[in-house]
């Protein structure tokens, strides 16, 4: 089978734990990577929001570093920024990050930050300077995530944006009412406007209080479905970033379980394009990759 997710945070786990990329022991490893037929990732730089002006931009560096150094089976892959609040100043910032493959970034993290207000924040939207990243991002052909993103935050981004916009990780809030999930107006737009919605796999964003099972998942990719979301659904794990619920057995080496699954529900054409060919269609076309 393909597969192609929209966010990992593996290359900062692995950095920060001194391992080779996509060493055994991950959720996201060399060994079920090349298990795949094709397989594509959205590998995250994810900034914490403790790092702050020159800590925060060395981490970035030594992310960076690692990226470039190491290398991940199948591809092409494609390097993002979660939490691009930490780093971006002015607009030389943002042509830094663009010059250095970063192709998609999120302005905030969970918290209110200097470019935008965070999905557990206060409620905030976007900042002068994130109004300011929005435009430069999108003119450098960037894309922008709103997964993190307050409610206020993310009208006032669809306000702004010209081109598609993405939610790498996150899922719907009618099935499960976590604020980092989307109510039904951000899915419509985004699907409006060409993008694309990852399912995330965090046990505590599938069900109301945690412990779900597969059935949890299907009623997520159901959700946004019935809005026309056929060619806009796809994966974004959060794969070494999130607590993984029961049925889901060894991380990515366990996504053939859930494809089966989704077959099940939606037959294999349309699995085949949540799984894959969605995400491909979009963000494999031009130079959006590593190769």
């Not at 199948?74 to 780093?87: D, F, R, T």
Request: charged share 25%; with cysteine; hydrophobic share 35%.
């Amino acid at each position: 089978m393909d597969y192609f997710d929209l966010h990992c945070d593996t290359l900062t786990r692995c950095c920060d734990g001194g391992v080779p990329f996509g060493a055994d022991g991950w959720h996201v490893t060399a060994r079920a990577a090349g298990g795949f037929c094709r397989y594509s990732q959205v590998f995250a730089i994810f900034i914490e929001e403790r790092y702050k002006g020159r800590d925060a931009l060395s981490a970035y560096r030594r992310y960076r570093k690692f990226y470039s150094e190491e290398r991940m089976p199948k591809g092409p892959h494609i390097l993002s920024v979660e939490n691009a609040g930490q780093l971006i100043t002015s607009e030389n910032d943002i042509s830094k990050l663009a010059g250095d493959g970063v192709r998609i970034f999120s302005l905030t993290w969970n918290s209110d930050g200097p470019l935008a207000g965070g999905c557990l924040g206060a409620g905030l939207g976007l900042t002068p300077l994130g109004r300011m990243a929005v435009r430069k991002g999108e003119g450098l052909g960037m894309l922008l995530d709103i997964s993190h993103l307050s409610d206020r935050g993310a009208e006032q981004l669809f306000s702004m944006a010209q081109g598609p916009v993405l939610a790498t990780h996150s899922n719907a809030r009618s099935v499960c009412r976590h604020p980092r999930n989307l109510d039904d107006w951000q899915i419509d737009e985004i699907i409006r406007r060409g993008g694309l919605i990852g399912l995330n796999l965090h046990d505590p964003f599938l069900r109301d209080g945690g412990g779900a099972d597969i059935n949890d998942l299907i009623r997520h990719a159901d959700a946004i479905l019935e809005r026309g979301g056929g060619r806009a659904l796809a994966m974004g794990s959060d794969f070494d970033g999130c607590t993984l619920p029961g049925f889901i057995k060894n991380g990515l080496a366990g996504v053939e379980e859930i494809f089966r699954a989704f077959c099940e529900s939606f037959g294999k054409e349309l699995t085949e394009r949540i799984f894959y060919q969605n995400a491909a269609d979009l963000l494999l076309g031009g130079s959006i990759a590593k190769d």
